[in-house]
């Protein structure tokens, strides 16, 4: 309606039901809702508290079963009849050995085995293959080797509390070590596979407490400034926690029975996924809230229209990002895989919370919970004072004034946004990740890492964790003929031990050499993969394994996933959109702008890698894990503005329509991104190499789509297509009678 006199637009006053406030049943039915997730959150906070003892942090936990070098493990196992996980001592002094270090070290081996293990019970000895560990003098006269094999399955099943011996295992000998050769002017370094998977475990225990609480109390001061309330902001960290203990009730069984593969950083993504998505929904359900208590009296009115307002767009969010999730049972590397179900199970949660629990809550507060900015019923809607922010000739401010902006030049808005997402993407391939090695992997300084330094110092950089090769009886000496023509390997031998008589099963023998770099680096990997390639000659039954022989098949998996998963999710993702806005070219828009988005992404974070955190590389599964947040995740922010502008359209046009949907949910989406970007850089905190790279490509992609994509280059296309972007329906504008 307009006013005759003044020609502006009036805002039609909603029948309110004065006199019903909150009916005793509604505020029951509330009370009741709450209990209830009093009662998920006291037993799910139990198995939250667990998550961190049904972990596998072992990549090579997470090969799949046909990979070459899992069947090597297996078989070399009949060999060495158990499954080893090396444990390297280091000891160095720089003047040189003396006879006495020697005999010393020499002595702190024999005794090794008796060492007790307080944290797990028993001794070292009822943890090792062999009791006698091997002692190798380096050719330089500085350093000596200790290598001790650690029985893999025994360190890594769980004790009655739920523990892994692995840790425990590993702190003794440490300690042991230290105590009996520290006092003779010796450094001494534990080190090697198990040495640091052990200290992988100790870095992501701070995924219970410092990484839940930073980010929760991240996502806290967001909402207080947000709010400008001391009572709200509780109320949407309680529906997140909530979410979060409703999420660990069902994984934590799940993942204990070995059903789902668990491992720190599918864990910590969980908790970053629950909360900040939470807390993107209860922004969006609370704006609209706030938004109908200036139209009705009951909170409960306003309640019920917000929530069927809202109910669309977190529905629609949270089963693309679920759907996408699930793709990633399509993986091969059981790291990725089981990240899907764990994920989705965080979102699911987020959504049950957000959409009962917190109305429950809200309703409960009435309009007090927004003290002191409490909302008048005074029929002053937001979304009908943006027709006037949005007129020529009214000044305006805020996110109308970016609305009236991209109305203005829509065509040169979305092609200068286009091109300048289009030049980051050109930096996409300078991104490395190729792997990382054991030593890269942490950002803090731990013994292990020091432990490999001072064993490259001293001997070739792969000893003690030597490439396997499994080969017929009859082509041994072949075998040996080809591997000493390869100059980074060395030192080969048949059989379990230099110098022992080749054992014979099953008519195969085994093989080993020592690398002369580290076996998780990507140039390992090339000498594998050349390994493999020469041997095929020799005997189609040759096998390679070891560790190298595993982080190159991690890499292999990771490849062959990331070719899989993308069109996958991409498809999943953009059948939502259609299945959500009813048309074709919407949902086409915003998969390209994502995609857009993601590669831009990518080539800003190989520059920011590359040139100013001077990282070596990233791991192999980084991109992948990118692609499915920034994708499923990104689009998040263009739904809930386009469901907007979808409402809009019979009112105002699409053109229209898309600026009042941009100004009106302009504060309360660029919350939720700055949000969901906080929670996932708080996975900073974990001093591990690729937690911190995926905190930093995720938090900036979705600032990307929240402050680019969403802003400018969606609404500004959308204008320039007009009614077109419906198609093949026919939504527009309905005329006025």
Known sequence: MRDVASGRQTVPVKKSRASVKNPRSVVIVALLIVVAWFGIGGVGGGSVGKLSQVQKNDTSEFLPKEAESVTVAAEAAKFQGEHALPLLIVAERPAGLTREDLAAVGAMAQKLPTVTVPKAGGTVGDYLTSLKPAV??????????VAVSLDQA???TTDAKGSRPLGAVVEAVRGAVSADLGASGLSTHVTGPAGFVADIVQAFAGIDGILLGVTLAVVLVILLVVYRSPVLPFAVLMSAVFGLSLAGMVVYPLAKAGHIDLSGQSQGIMFI??????TDYALLLVARYKEELHEYESPWEAMKVAWRAAVAPILASGTTVILG???LLLAQLGSTR???????????GSMAASLTLLPALLVLGRRWIFWPRIPRFDHISPSEAV??????DTPSKGWARVARGVGRHPRRTWIITALALAAAAAFVPTFKQDGITASETFRTQVESVTGQTALERHFPAGAGSPVQVLVPEDKVTQTLEVISRHTDLKDAYAGVAPGAPAKVVDGQVLVQATLTMPGESP???AVIERLRTDLDAVSPQALVGGRAAEAQDVRSASDRDFRVLVPAITFVVFLVLILLLRALVAPLLLIVANLLSFAATIGISALMFNHVFKFANADPSTMTIAFVFLV???VDYSIFLMTRAREEVPRRGTRQGILAALAVTGGVITSAGIVLAATFGALAVIPLLFLVQTAFIVAFGVLIDTLIVRSLLVPAVVHDLGDRTWWPSRLRKVAAD
């Open 154 to 156: 025994k360190v890594s």
């Open 387 to 392: 027709t006037e922010a949005l007129r020529p």
């Open 632 to 634: 499923a995740l990104g």
């Open 273 to 278: 996924l629950s909360v900040g998505a939470a």
């Open 338 to 348: 089981g990240l899907g179900p764990v994920g989705a199970f965080g979102i699911l």
């Open 136 to 145: 190798i003098p380096s050719q330089d006269g500085q350093g000596v080797l």
């Open 325 to 327: 999730l699930l793709c």
């Open 523 to 525: 140039a390992a990997g």
